[in-house]
């Protein structure tokens, strides 16, 4: 197609009206522009995921995070042709056609004439995408996945083509098919199975059913990515569309100018004079683009930092406030569990009293405080209590380590932007600087003394 457009151009060239060519080259510019942004799209999702560290499943607070785990399902789908449990899955049936195809050209007299093509192709028959919500778990915990509208990047789990006399071509396939079919079918089927490794970055939320992140949607987040393909080869991914689509963007701003040169006899020493000032225009803008998008990302990673110490800063107010409000709460516990006791130990010798003749002598209005006390309180466990602190301690520490592990790993990424070139030039530039770490002795709060030993009492006090 495109040389019998070139072969029209170059024939019919001086009978088009000059803004013809206007238009020719305008489209090739818009395209080269168009490109040249989804170019710097890509690059900066492969900026955001080089740059952001992975985080736990406990350490995931409402912000932008990473996560490396498992996939897990209460309800895990099936997929189409392989048949596994897993938590996405897409498949297409395609079907090979050979037709003949009638269309005009003109032979190299300028006439019109006729002539038949013979055209093959596959075309999409059936197929179908399924997703839901799923869990992805880690050495810590787990969180939930809710992956509508996530770029999906799935593992292929079968690839096949078959014939008519296979079971396949109509067991997963339709019974009709296209025209000028010659009886072949390809399957083809892409899966995140269950129970596999997943990579997940994107914005963590707090899920409406319960106090509780989830990693969802969000637009105004840079990107949001669920793939059963590691970290590194997702990054590479978007690093070759980059470079890619950059080159693409030349070849289109290019391209507009050389099939206008195809209409007329313009020297090759123009023709290259064009070029260059093309190219060097392209390459300007591709420059400010990429400044832009650098500025970006820096000045983004650095927001990430401050939410990092900022995540910081609220667990150790959660550890500074409600230990301390737990441990209040249970000392008060054991002290009331403590006066029931004695309570019920009086009741209870209260209640058995031998008398005279050995008939028990029960004074009124023992028992019905008994019963009551012991429908009030069934269960006096102190233990319980304690067990419970045992286990907010932990957490907290836990969290308080995972955040400050988090906003080690921002920081130093950050730091190493504005220590590399060409980054650290346009850091300098807008006077931004390195953040320290956080060091244990760093904490601005001081860990919470646990004392659960009631002070002394004092005879008479």
């Known amino acids: 197609m495109t040389g019998f457009l070139i072969h029209m151009i170059k024939f019919a060239g001086h009978d088009y009206p000059d803004y013809g060519w206007v238009l020719i080259i305008s489209v090739g510019f818009l395209l080269g522009f168009l490109c040249l942004l989804f170019?710097?799209?890509?690059?900066?999702?492969?900026?955001?995921?080089?740059?952001?560290?992975?985080?736990?499943?406990?350490?995931?607070?409402?912000?932008?995070?990473?996560?490396?785990?498992?996939?897990?399902?209460?309800n895990p789908l099936k997929s189409f042709l392989t048949e596994k449990p897993c938590v996405y899955y897409s498949y297409k049936v395609e079907e090979h056609w050979k037709r003949l195809k009638t269309e005009s050209c003109r032979d190299k007299d300028g006439n019109l004439k006729a002539r038949v093509k013979k055209e093959t192709g596959w075309d999409k028959i059936s197929g179908h995408t399924a997703i839901s919500r799923f869990y992805v778990r880690d050495d810590y915990g787990v969180i939930r996945i809710d992956p509508n509208e996530a770029d999906i990047k799935a593992t292929e789990s079968f690839r096949k083509t078959v014939n008519q006399n296979e079971p396949l071509y109509y067991a997963k396939g339709p019974a009709v098919g296209?025209?000028?079919?010659?009886?072949?079918?390809?399957?083809?089927?892409?899966?995140?199975?269950?129970?596999?490794?997943?990579?997940?970055?994107?914005?963590?939320?707090?899920?409406?059913?319960?106090?509780?992140?989830?990693?969802?949607?969000?637009?105004?987040?840079?990107?949001?990515?669920v793939s059963s393909q590691p970290e590194k080869k997702v990054s590479r991914?978007?690093?070759?569309?980059?470079?890619?689509?950059?080159?693409?963007?030349?070849?289109?701003?290019?391209?507009?100018?050389?099939?206008?040169?195809?209409?007329?006899?313009?020297?090759?020493?123009?023709?290259?004079?064009?070029?260059l000032i093309i190219s060097l225009a392209y390459i300007g803008l591709w420059i400010l683009g990429w400044i832009w998008m650098v500025y970006n990302d820096v000045i983004r990673l650095r927001n990430f930092v401050r939410q990092g110490w900022s995540n910081v800063d609220v667990?150790?107010?959660?550890?500074?406030?409600?230990?301390?409000?737990?441990?209040?709460?249970?000392?008060?516990?054991?002290?009331?569990?403590?006066?029931?006791?004695?309570?019920?130990?009086?009741?209870?010798?209260?209640?058995?009293?031998?008398?005279?003749?050995?008939?028990?002598?029960?004074?009124?209005?023992?028992?019905?405080?008994?019963?009551?006390?012991?429908?009030?309180?069934?269960?006096?466990?102190?233990?319980?209590?304690?067990?419970?602190?045992?286990r907010e301690l932990s957490d907290t520490e836990t969290r308080i380590a995972l955040a400050r592990s988090y906003y080690n790993d921002i920081a130093t990424s950050y730091n190493t932007r504005l220590q590399t070139i060409p980054d650290g030039i346009i850091a300098k530039m807008v006077f931004l600087k390195r953040v320290p770490l956080i060091e244990a002795k760093d904490f601005e709060r001081p860990a919470v003394k646990v004392e659960l030993t009631s002070p002394p009492k004092i005879n008479g006090g």
């Open 237 to 275: 991914g978007y690093g070759i569309t980059y470079w890619v689509l950059l080159i693409l963007g030349l070849l289109f701003s290019l391209v507009g100018w050389a099939i206008k040169d195809l209409g007329y006899d313009i020297p090759l020493k123009e023709d290259l004079h064009n070029f």
């Open 39 to 74: 170019a710097l799209r890509n690059g900066k999702k492969k900026r955001f995921i080089d740059n952001i560290p992975t985080s736990k499943t406990t350490g995931v607070f409402i912000g932008f995070v990473e996560l490396k785990g498992k996939a897990e399902s209460k």
């Open 315 to 390: 667990q150790l107010a959660r550890r500074h406030d409600l230990i301390t409000n737990l441990v209040s709460v249970v000392k008060g516990y054991k002290e009331r569990e403590r006066d029931i006791q004695e309570s019920l130990a009086l009741l209870r010798s209260q209640s058995k009293v031998k008398g005279a003749g050995s008939d028990e002598v029960r004074p009124r209005g023992v028992k019905t405080n008994l019963i009551a006390l012991s429908e009030a309180y069934p269960e006096l466990k102190a233990h319980q209590g304690f067990l419970k602190l045992q």
């Open 178 to 225: 296209v025209s000028g079919s010659d009886g072949r079918r390809r399957f083809t089927e892409e899966i995140i199975e269950l129970n596999k490794d997943v990579y997940v970055i994107g914005q963590s939320r707090e899920r409406k059913d319960k106090v509780e992140p989830e990693i969802a949607l969000d637009n105004d987040a840079p990107l949001f990515v």
